[in-house]
């Protein structure tokens, strides 16, 4: 399950709680569209800020909705105790494998983060993906610690940060890294504007932010570089800078969060405190980047995100 | 009660749970010894990996255990309604005040951590200390939004990261911070290395890791600073540098859980994982460090920690 194309959508959450109704619609958008996976609770679906319960009954949403396309689920937390509860929850939800970050309070060593996959690799039944974003968990993997935790029994990928934006040395990252590893050991890139580049080094999978709303665009990039045509995956990515400034000044939540309300596929807020949508200014920097990018071009309603989606892929 | 010594003890915890005996005995011995506060579920309290239960739970015994000292009880969590519930927690437990650090996993704009204060002080009925601690956090405070959160109702105290080492740097820095903030609110150091310094530059209070292990130690060093010799202050903290060193390498968290077991004050492992102890030589190397400052001139033994902290107070 991890290769091409892997959707991470928001989880739309506010004050009282997770809207099922919303993120069943969400998820469901992307089974349609064909996406190769769907990454359940990643950090663009809010993780970190949820309640085991909240967790348990998102991952039993996202499965049912899914109908049959792979979920992967995310079960990072601060203590391991918690983890091990997390992926219980998530095997029994049905996922198909799960996402461990390790968040951080602490500053953790080297072998710390290696104590948490071993502890949590042990007790799994499914595969688990390495999930490395030093953004939000502070945590710098080198790749001998990579190498370490890869040999672990039910390590089936790795989920890299922003590969270098030239080519050749984007290659020679993935290929670096992938000689550490076990050749069964999916390499999978996130940092939607490094996706083109990733995917054309050698990365397996995109783990995309931009694919959980806008499932078609992903798709039209992802098989691209995944077929060798490097040239048109980059002039797609290219096409995209505008928003990938975006995700990189405001993070992909907030600009996700925006965009799902712009198509009418959430409500508002969706996002739990402290967090807070963009700010007016920003909102309509985005719908201007969305228009030019004729993702919009009727009036959002809950079932245009599909056409709107197709009209990106098509331009 | 935000001047003079706030001693921040461990909350000895495994996998199976808090430590409550062990954590009672570790706060009743600061009350016996005089501090002036006990910060229960700090940084060092490892508040950010407990459950709300075990969090209520801790603070209801480090109350009743302080026997009329002010305790104040560290209430971070990700998610807004999560601190909401854990002041709601900590005011029912006794708590004196509470202490709000803004955890982080995406990072937050500087809105963010002002509406999280915002939203938290305007339910409180007793004061909030602001827990400034970037190397946990990843939040930078600029004085700015200090000076916005300072404002809102009931925040009484700031808690700053290590002042510079330079003393007239330290005053500047000081200066500086008070000058925005409204003068009923008190400024405290952490980073313990700091303490002599940031206490001679004019903050009301330390913060102290040291404290919540070795109060007389602490005590010392605060009360000389406070009553203006900051010469001896200063002495008494180089004297511990050996100690600084090992706090600034492994974590102050770390160093106090290898320590308190050398002291017989907390069975082992005493944090939960991921965290673990020190490793075997570092944990040789801080029993050489406390046999060098006399710290423990007798075999370990509970009834010993008492005694060995007043023979360093005496040294």
Same mark, same amino acid.
């Given at each position: ?16 709680? !997770? ?9 469901? @958008?992307?089974?349609?569209?064909? %996406?190769? /996976?769907?990454? #359940? ?7 970190? &800020? ?7 009954? #998102? ?18 937390? $601060? *203590? ?17 494998? !799960? ?5 951080? &309070? ?10 948490? &996959? ?14 490395? +974003? ?8 080198? =790749? ?9 029994? +039910? ?27 076990? =050749? ?5 890139? /996130? ?7 990733? $995917? ?30 490097? #040239? ?15 995700? @990189? @000044? ?10 799902? %309300? ?7 807020? +969706?996002?739990?405190?402290?967090? *807070? ?8 920097? $985005?719908?201007?980047?969305? =228009? ?24």
């Amino acid at each position: 399950m991890f290769t091409g194309l892997s959707a991470f959508p928001l989880t739309p959450t506010d004050e009282t709680g !997770v809207d099922e109704r919303a993120y069943a619609r969400l998820v469901a @958008r992307l089974a349609t569209a064909g %996406v190769d /996976s769907i990454g #359940a609770l990643g950090s663009t679906g809010g993780y970190a &800020y949820l309640s085991r319960e909240e967790r348990a009954r #998102a991952a039993r949403v996202a499965v049912e909705a899914a109908e049959g396309t792979p979920v992967l689920v995310g079960i990072g937390a $601060l *203590r391991t105790a918690q983890v091990l509860a997390l992926a219980e929850d998530a095997q029994k939800a049905g996922a198909a494998a !799960v996402l461990l970050a390790p968040m951080t &309070y602490q500053p953790l060593t080297d072998d710390e983060v290696f104590g948490l &996959y071993e502890d949590v690799t042990r007790e799994l039944s499914v595969p688990l993906c390495v999930y490395d +974003n030093p953004r939000t968990t502070h945590v710098d993997f080198s =790749d001998e610690l990579h190498g370490r935790i890869a040999r672990l029994p +039910n390590v089936a990928a790795i989920k890299i940060p922003p590969v270098p934006g030239d080519p050749a040395a984007a290659r020679e990252r993935v290929a670096a890294l992938r000689a550490l590893v076990p =050749d069964t050991v999916s390499l999978g890139v /996130s940092g939607d504007w490094s996706a083109a580049t990733g $995917l054309s080094a050698g990365c397996d999978v995109w783990y995309s932010v931009l694919g959980g709303l806008f499932p078609h665009a992903a798709l039209a990039l992802t098989r691209a570089a995944r077929s060798g045509d490097a #040239a048109t995956a980059a002039a797609r990515s290219e096409r995209l800078e505008p928003l990938w400034e975006l995700f @990189r @000044r405001h993070g992909g939540l907030r600009v996700m969060s925006a965009a799902a %309300v712009h198509l009418g596929l959430a409500s508002e807020p +969706n996002l739990p405190r402290p967090l *807070r949508g963009l700010a007016a200014e920003d909102r309509d920097r $985005l719908v201007a980047v969305l =228009d030019g990018l004729d993702l919009l071009s009727s009036p959002a309603a809950p079932e245009d995100g599909d056409r709107a989606a197709r009209d990106l892929e098509g331009a």
